[in-house]
């Protein structure tokens, strides 16, 4: 299972490929891809929305559901979800809180 | 201090117009990221994990209060509130937005300040002893020539487009606190038989993938032929240096490789052409720049302080601070403060808005407004008045600025690492937010005495854990956090590259190991007055080989 990533051009904030071309900014709304075919439309779909200077940097990340939860396999990816570690205030994981 | 003339004025609005066109375009769509990309590095503005992130250019590390509310000031009003002092003397803002940076940009240079080659493959901060003008070791203050290196650097045309980027660090005294040995250019001033000053000229330390400490290439370099060699140097590195990999494109790689008498041969044979030509420095133009770091004026004071030694007598706290952040000062009856950023348990370096606008008070009202940013990530006060330190030190407690733990084993060098760096392979804030907890006490910290930790969480040595007494590596195995140890490293003038000690640790059970070090430390030394570094190098990495993994 795979969800594709980007950062968004304009403020540097993560965000991933949701169902109808989106990006957002929650990785729970991301768009889950089971197979190579779709993973490379939406690599596709990624590479339209760069040109057209929406993100930057787009790669795929593998994924698990986790108790319901899309969560990313790399720590790296779990942490660029959801904000630095040492600041539980900041970042994503602060509006997910308050949510 | 050095104050732009109507030239650096007219550079920097220029640079900042510049890029603010460079951001226009990009957004519509007249650069691909490809082509913008360098121009961002360019001024400082990297693409994190989490955002983009500025890195803004504190020249040798120096600035007075009105440039550090403006810092403050845009923590709060652009970022989250907070920045972070770098291992290179620099700031870094974690949080901005692509289109907030030329406004920011915009205000720096309404105090003289920029992000203008802090990356990209190119000259970036002339860095030095932040105790600059003020150390009673001092032979002279560097800033000067950092300051002439700092002009002769920017946006210098041939230099522009280097293989990698490139490292100059400067220090006044014979005690190296500015770390020349792992740079690619280290300069530490020094006299000749007959009192001139010059420089010992190293080339080629570094740190990252392959560290290695620099190479003497001259043992007197005379003042007026800083520039001319300078530049001899880095011809011969932009002609030679490797552009076929990343990884081998410093100019370290190129000392290597090339060997050390056949590299100086070539550095002197370029030196010789255009050594009496427009880069000699004329003695009038040197005196000008030193004349804007005359130092201000110092009332010479009785050495020991009435005020310092009543409040030492009853408060022990104060006299922690006292034992361990002053640095003697030329001046008798003054200090250099250190105002450490490393609150038990906090993240190494970070400063909020709050705490800037305090040291900027502090500096103005007890520090001549002078301040320094070390590349140990700790703020300094340079000159400040002994009878001034206990009112100083009551405003500091308020703003959690007092901790008495320079040099000590809490006061920890950290990258950023995992929680906000892209390159990173391993967090290494947390395992020193632990470390500064396991030790925090006072009494532990001063049993242990001086012993630097720095931990970086890549290959990339940010943290600079290979000039650590323990230098601690973040890796990733199999999926986790992983950190390899290593031993006696320094970046004095005795410098040295830490050796590793053995298989590495798990985040779970890495503090664990440095307590057996210091233990083992503890244990072994002569007596209260050996270091654990001079431990170390009496005694080999055999015993605490031995503390951490048993007979093999």
Redesign the interface.
Known sequence: MKVVTA?R??????VWLGADKNWVGDLSRAQILETKDDLAAAMVTAGQA?AD?QV??AYDVDVVLEDGRLTP????ER??AA?????PD??KQARAATA | MYRYDEFDQGFVTQRTDQFRDQVRRRLAGELTEEEFKPLRLMNGLYLQLHAYMLRVAIPYGTLNSRQMRKLAHIARTYDKGYGHFTTRQNIQFNWPKLSDVPAILEELAEVEMHAIQTSGNCIRNVTADHFAGAAADEIADPRPYAEILRQWSSLHPEFSFLPRKFKIAITGAPNDRAAVQVHDIGLQLTRNGAGEIGFTVFVGGGLGRTPMIGRKVRDFLPEEDLLAYSEAILRVYNRYGRRDNKYKARIKILVHETGLDELKADIEAEFEKIRFGVLRLPDDEVRRIEAYFAPPPLEVLPAVSAAVETRKATDAAFAQFVAHNLNPHRVPGHASVTVSMKPIGGIPGDASDRQMEAVADLAERYGHDEIRISHEQNVILPHVRLDDLPALYDRLVEHGLAEGNAGLITDIIACPGMDYCALATARSIPVAQEISERFGRPERQAEIGDLKIKISGCINACGHHHVGHIGILGLEKKGEEFYQITLGGSASENASIGEIVGRGFSAETVVDAVETLVDTYLSLRSGSDETFLDTYRRLGEEPFKEALYGTA
């Open positions: 950062n051009l304009l403020d540097g904030e993560v760069i200077r930057v940097e396999k790399r720590l790296r942490i660029r904000g630095p570690t040492i600041l900041l970042g």
